[in-house]
């Protein structure tokens, strides 16, 4: 897949406020400075689509943008460590939680994972509350130019590890880098085979 038009529609607090859920939704959650205003840029091919910060925290609101007319690309703010107030965190984990349990249309919450690090027990928290919900999602480790094959494998191998005492099936993960670009084609095509078949059962 290519994407040859994204544009951004709306900023909300409230998933009952998101755009005509027609359409197949994917999101990106992860940890504060994981990489996800990045990677989206990567994917979009447009560095300025979504913000770049280097002060934690810095996405707010569920954000949409509309992908060659024919998907929603969904980015989310990020859970962790960021400096703000408990009750911030905790209206932003409600509006969170709310929307990847509630919006019916979300194919995939695509889960960042910093390849960097060692298995963190606050993503693997967040991932395992996910199969609590049943919310479909992927793995996506980040920032792989930042160390060497081995040692991104090592830390993904790893996780994977640590994974795999909680489930039974793992599940799609890919690796990427929006210094180099890599994953980029592997999600996309990901994102194109889920589409159709999302339509293919719309039209039954």
Same mark, same amino acid.
């Given at each position: 897949m290519q994407i040859k038009t994204i544009t951004f529609l709306q900023s909300v607090v409230d998933w009952k406020k998101c755009p005509d859920s027609s359409l197949p939704e994917y999101a990106f959650i992860g940890r504060s400075n994981v990489?996800?205003?990045?990677?989206?840029?990567?994917?979009?091919?447009?560095? =300025?689509l979504? %913000?770049?910060?280097?002060?934690?925290?810095?996405?707010?609101?569920?954000?949409?943008f509309i992908v060659n007319n024919q998907w929603y690309l969904v980015d989310l703010p990020g859970y962790g460590y960021a400096k703000i107030s408990k009750s911030i965190k905790e209206n932003w984990g409600k509006m969170i939680s709310d929307y990847i349990t509630m919006r019916e249309n979300l194919q995939i919450l695509f889960v960042l994972i910093d390849s960097r690090l060692e298995p963190q027990k606050i993503d693997l928290e967040f991932i395992n509350r996910l199969g609590d919900k049943m919310v479909p999602f992927g793995i996506i480790f980040? =920032?792989?130019? %930042?160390?060497?094959?081995?040692?991104?494998?090592?830390n993904i191998e790893k996780f994977?590890?640590?994974?795999?005492e909680s489930w039974d099936e793992l599940p799609p993960i890919f690796s990427s880098s929006a210094v180099s670009g890599s994953g980029k084609e592997e999600l996309l095509n990901f994102i194109e085979e889920v589409n159709k078949q999302y339509f293919s059962n719309r039209s039954l």
């Open positions: 990489g996800k205003s990045s990677l989206i840029n990567m994917l979009a091919n447009n560095n =300025k979504a %913000k770049i910060s280097g002060r934690p925290g810095k996405t707010q609101t569920i954000n949409h980040t =920032k792989t130019d %930042k160390l060497t094959v081995t040692g991104a494998n090592k994977k590890k640590e994974l795999s």
